[in-house]
């Protein structure tokens, strides 16, 4: 078990437009898995890889190709919505390649380009599925405070738990603390949103870690807020990374 403590790599203070060094600039995390490490390499905002074995999964790739650069090209993109910093056609015309599969929900389906399209599953919240290989379980992702439901929706947006080996990722997407976050179990890694009024504030994100209690929680998606004081509202409930997204 890795210890609970909030470990820091590396955080910038760069605004998300600002210029960013290539992903393999530094050395990746790692999860060990019953089937091998799991390399974990936060990209920016949003958008990771995540890459197991043979197979390299990127999720919500925005921002231009030149953060990809020296990274293994994708073996199955993941996309949980269609917002701008989470669906870049420009960057999965340039980082897709002509095989790799993608999973994604209704609405970026029905916006995804010719050439991407026929290669494109849509699953809806709470269908189970497969990527690469690699088990999916799709959770919903959406805004419960009544004045913030219409930036996501509920049914619109997923989040995806993703199996490697006898470990399980769970990627938040943009989100508040659903029931259906909450009710997660067997989670050992968890990237969750925290900014205001999109997503979750620091308080939402700490009562869904109590909640459903993750191993280590990746705070992402949170241009503006202060991820270092997570680590204080979640105490020995996780492992706290802080990771250089911007």
Do not use: C
């Amino acid at each position: 078990m890795l210890n609970r403590r909030a470990t820091m790599l590396g955080l910038a203070a760069l605004p998300l437009a600002a210029a960013i060094r290539p992903a393999l600039a530094a050395t990746p995390d790692s999860l060990v898995t019953s089937a091998g490490d799991v390399a974990i390499y936060p990209i920016r905002h949003a958008s990771l890889v995540l890459s197991f074995g043979a197979e390299t999964l990127y999720i919500d790739p925005t921002n231009g190709p030149a953060l990809y650069e020296g990274l293994p090209p994708p073996t199955g993109i993941l996309i949980t919505h269609g917002h701008g910093d989470h669906f870049d056609i420009a960057t999965l015309n340039a980082i897709a390649g002509d095989t790799a599969p993608i999973l994604t929900s209704e609405e970026v389906l029905a916006r995804l380009p010719g050439p991407l399209k026929p290669r494109a599953t849509a699953l809806p919240n709470g269908a189970t599925g497969e990527i690469a290989g690699l088990p999916i379980e799709v959770v919903a992702a959406y805004n419960t405070t009544e004045n913030r439901k219409r930036y996501h929706p509920e049914g619109v947006g997923n989040g995806y738990v993703i199996g490697f080996g006898d470990k399980r990722v769970y990627v938040a997407g943009d989100t508040e603390d659903t029931p259906e976050m909450r009710a997660l179990t067997g989670i050992d890694v968890a990237f969750l949103p925290m900014n205001l009024p999109y997503t979750m504030s620091l308080e939402q994100v700490a009562a869904a870690v109590a909640a459903f209690r993750p191993g280590i929680v990746y705070p992402y998606h949170y241009q503006g807020g202060d991820p270092a004081k997570l680590a204080e509202l979640v105490g020995d409930a996780a492992e706290v990374r802080l990771a250089a997204w911007y």
